[in-house]
């Protein structure tokens, strides 16, 4: 009898999986390449701060390869931006549907004409353009553009998503019925239990040891010290090819009884930074290492992911020994299954709050001597009694104390208000040039303050100890080649930097006219075109740029080509 419910469960999930494909048209998007589909990462797939929106499909490790439209429709939009997409194509379909294709290198003769025209009449290389449908119409395997690395790519890909045209939400494509081979179920590879009295921060992450028999993980009977607890899975999907993919669906069930569920169908954009609830930030952050949670964290509002009404939160009422059955699943109904028992050992005390608690769906302020920090209702996912205090800073620029903000490993989900008071009276030159630093884990961030009264504020959505410089320095840009040089080659990279903050604005303006540098992290790159063609004799080329404080640096150089 067992063992038929367990098989019927099963049944369930791949007749679940099979009815939400059909719901979609099948086969009518085709490869986006011309080569087989492979997958480098998947729709759900675990990122900093957001899901993965797509399909990573490798290309070799080569750029440049040919991507043809998916189906017959208009390219509606096409954006060009430093990070994210880099170079992107929006195509709309009549279906109801729009895919993107993004980490472009080149759009297709007659759009690419048409960005860099519109690039050189903005004075702008960065784009967000949308097209009417007569503009730029396709047809199903037509040359839209070449393949590439751009914008935040880690390597030679194209990301391929697919999205409902109205509601812009991103659709798992796995869903739209292309051939990709996947006989291969998850593999799990931790187990964790968290105490639910106070808070999935504290104490954290219990681990538990994971063996494996078959497509059949076992633990030894987990014995746990607080009547409230919940599950944690460390678990990646593999496809034929070998890559570790994002987990699709799991399921918890207690005593034979389904507790809690997620799938990953669909998000949008506005939506992804929710991922912060659906993980155990802490061990993604500090750690590198994913745990996916089994339940639902308080202040969690991704929509259409969890099973209603199932929190996965488990109350233990006795010491009895209680089942516990993990079920995890891809889009191809392959299936892997982790069993354990859980028992309530000895009850230790619990956290308790504090008056610098932040609490999910209230909003708080909470002042230290010299700064505040203001949240709002939708600011933590999970309890955090919140530590703010101040040390000194050796930093001869600073022109405050360093604010300590809890820790950086302690997600936030929307944008706080930092105010912080200066150490010393600041002169109206000095205030326009206040920064503020956030330094979270091994990264950092700047912007420039809006000064209120005496209080210069800033807006941030990570936590970690930040202070208020005052940055006189000029960002600069350092060529290729050596001044007056004679350039053969097809381009010309400034390598840009500034000590503090960013470089804001970028200008180069080639014999006093406007020339288009993309950018790549942090250098500036012009190929040449018919702007300055072969030939055509020594040229100035004057470079302007602008750091977080508003310095300017205004810089020439020659060359010859």
């Known amino acids: 009898m067992k063992n038929f419910s367990k098989l019927m469960v099963a049944i369930c999930l791949i007749t679940a999986i099979i009815t939400q494909a059909q719901n979609y048209p099948q086969n009518y998007f085709r490869n986006p390449l011309n080569v087989p589909m492979q997958l480098a990462a998947n729709f759900g797939a675990v990122r900093a701060n957001h899901f993965h929106m797509g399909l990573d499909l490798r290309t070799?490790?080569?750029?440049?390869?040919?991507?043809?439209?998916?189906?017959?429709?208009?390219?509606?939009?096409?954006?060009v931006e430093r990070y994210g997409f880099g170079n992107a194509v929006y195509i709309t379909h009549p279906n109801g549907y729009t895919t993107v294709y993004a980490h472009l290198n080149k759009y297709f003769d007659k759009l690419d004409e048409y960005v860099r025209e519109r690039q050189y009449k903005d004075e702008k290389w960065e784009q967000d353009i949308t097209?009417?449908?007569?503009?730029?119409?396709?047809?199903?395997?037509?040359?839209i553009a070449l393949s590439g690395n751009t914008g935040g790519s880690a390597g030679p890909h194209l990301h391929f998503e697919i999205r409902d045209t109205k509601t812009e939400e991103c659709i798992n494509p796995l869903f739209f019925g292309f051939n990709i081979p996947?006989?291969?179920?998850?593999?799990?590879?931790?187990?964790?239990?968290?105490?639910?009295?106070?808070?999935?921060?504290?104490?954290?992450?219990?681990?538990?040891?994971?063996?494996?028999?078959?497509?059949?993980?076992?633990?030894?009977?987990?014995?746990v010290n607080s009547p409230m607890i919940s599950f944690g899975i460390k678990a990646v999907d593999k496809a034929n090819q070998g890559?570790?993919?994002?987990?699709?669906?799991?399921?918890?069930?207690?005593d034979g009884k389904l507790i809690y569920g997620f799938s990953i169908d669909k998000v949008s954009y506005d939506d992804t930074r929710n991922l912060n609830g659906c993980i155990d930030y802490t061990k993604f952050s500090r750690d590198k290492m994913s745990i996916q949670h089994l339940s639902v964290l308080p202040g969690m509002k991704l929509q259409n992911y969890s099973v209603p009404n199932l929190?996965?939160?488990?109350?233990?009422?006795?010491?009895?020994?209680?089942?516990?059955?993990?079920?995890?699943?891809?889009?191809?109904?392959?299936?892997?299954?982790?069993?354990?028992?859980?028992?309530?050992?000895?009850?230790?005390?619990?956290?308790?709050?504090?008056?610098?608690t932040v609490m999910p769906n209230e909003g708080k302020t909470i002042a230290v001597e010299n700064a505040e920090i203001s949240f709002s209702k939708n600011a933590v996912y999970d309890a955090v009694n919140f530590n703010a205090y101040e040390k000194p800073d050796t930093d001869a620029n600073a022109a405050s104390n360093a604010i300590v903000l809890n820790s950086p490993y302690i997600p936030v989900h929307d944008d706080y208000t930092l105010r912080i008071k200066p150490n010393r009276k600041l002169t109206n030159e000095e205030k326009n040039k206040a920064v503020i630093i956030?330094?979270?884990g091994s990264d950092r961030t700047s912007v420039k303050g809006n000064w209120n009264g005496e209080?210069?504020?800033?807006?941030?959505?990570?936590?970690?100890?930040?202070?208020?410089?005052?940055?006189?320095?000029?960002?600069?840009?350092?060529?290729s080649w050596k001044e007056g040089d004679f350039i053969n080659g097809y381009s010309l990279r400034l390598k840009g930097a500034t000590k503090v903050g960013d470089i804001v604005s970028f200008r180069a303006e080639l014999d006093g006219k406007w020339l288009r540098f993309s950018r790549v992290k942090d250098d500036f790159v012009y190929v040449f075109d018919e702007k300055c063609p072969k030939g055509s004799g020594e040229h100035s080329l004057r470079v302007t740029t602008i750091n977080t404080a508003g310095n300017i640096n205004t810089q020439t150089f020659t060359f010859r080509r």
């Open 455 to 479: 209080r210069v504020e800033g807006k941030f959505n990570r936590l970690g100890t930040a202070k208020l410089v005052i940055d006189n320095t000029i960002p600069s840009v350092s060529p």
């Open 182 to 223: 996947d006989n291969v179920a998850p593999v799990i590879s931790g187990l964790y239990w968290y105490d639910r009295r106070f808070s999935t921060y504290q104490p954290g992450a219990n681990g538990i040891a994971v063996k494996k028999a078959g497509n059949t993980y076992t633990a030894d009977v987990v014995r």
């Open 438 to 440: 956030l330094d979270y």
């Open 60 to 79: 070799n490790s080569q750029e440049n390869l040919p991507v043809v439209a998916a189906a017959d429709g208009y390219v509606s939009r096409i954006k």
């Open 243 to 254: 890559f570790n993919l994002g987990i699709y669906q799991a399921e918890l069930l207690m």
């Open 311 to 356: 929190t996965g939160i488990i109350n233990l009422q006795d010491e009895d020994i209680h089942n516990i059955e993990i079920i995890l699943k891809d889009v191809k109904g392959n299936i892997s299954r982790l069993v354990t028992k859980v028992q309530l050992a000895k009850t230790t005390d619990k956290v308790s709050a504090t008056d610098k």
């Open 131 to 143: 097209f009417q449908p007569e503009q730029f119409p396709v047809t199903k395997g037509q040359l």
